[in-house]
């Protein structure tokens, strides 16, 4: 079944504590992408993978650190620099220039 | 940098009818691709319709079809025939077709559709 799966659903995060966030497809696209979504706003761009062992940061990406070691996989880890964590996270992934973002179920980050 | 705007935060429409939601954005590209992502209540993101830049003809899936107006920047969506699946979150977006800009979608503030049975 093809498709970009995310883990956790939740996940709870104490003061001071880095949390990563797994992102895997098996679609085989090239390029990998991390948004954020605060309540009733669009998405904002957190970090950007156009290729294995490269990636960009985005709009908003203090706070945020990626690896992108595997073509399927794209985990994001939330620092503890990032003082305002609370937000639903959505990974997508696309074949490249002009092919459509297709996203994951994302995941809910909260803070304890 | 662009930006997209979506100017009604709720649309309320009666299952059936159709309703339409309003996109403007500005770029000073003039090649580029335009979004429209459905969000439900589960919170994931479906791809609703896509339109390319450089085709006049505005896109159509199935019940749902946009007005492009290039030189106006806007990008409207239409729902026909609504029914009560319709109901989510609608968020326009907006992508470069220049590859140094990374394929990044940058994305509307949203529209909340309510369908009324």
């Known amino acids: 079944d093809g498709g970009i799966t995310q883990s956790p659903k939740y996940l709870f995060r104490k003061e001071g504590q880095n949390v990563t966030l797994s992102c895997e497809q098996n679609l085989n696209h090239d390029a990998m992408y991390w948004y954020r979504q605060d309540p009733g706003q669009g998405l904002r761009l957190i970090y950007y993978s156009q290729i294995v062992n490269d990636f960009q940061k985005g709009d908003i990406a203090e706070g945020y650190s990626v690896s992108r070691e595997k073509k399927e996989s794209f985990p994001l880890t939330v620092t503890s620099a990032q003082k305002n964590p609370t937000a639903f996270y959505l990974c997508?992934?696309?074949?490249?220039?002009?092919?459509?973002?297709?996203f994951g179920p994302g995941t809910r980050l909260l803070v304890l | 940098a662009q930006t997209v705007t979506q100017s009604q935060p709720e649309m309320s429409v009666q299952e059936a009818e159709t309703v339409t939601l309003s996109c403007t954005y500005d770029t000073s590209e003039s090649d580029y691709y335009l979004f429209w992502y459905k969000q439900p209540p589960s919170r994931q993101m479906i791809l609703v319709i896509r339109?390319?830049?450089?085709?006049?003809q505005n896109a159509t899936e199935n019940r749902f079809s946009v007005n492009f107006q290039k030189a106006a920047k806007s990008f409207s969506l239409k729902i026909s025939d609504s029914q009560l699946g319709d109901a989510a979150m609608y968020f326009c977006a907006y992508r470069s077709a220049f590859v140094a800009a990374g394929n990044k979608l940058t994305f509307g503030g949203g529209t909340r559709v309510l369908v009324k049975p």
């Open positions: 997508a992934a696309g074949a490249g220039v002009g092919e459509t973002q297709y």
């Open positions: 339109q390319e830049a450089y085709k006049q």
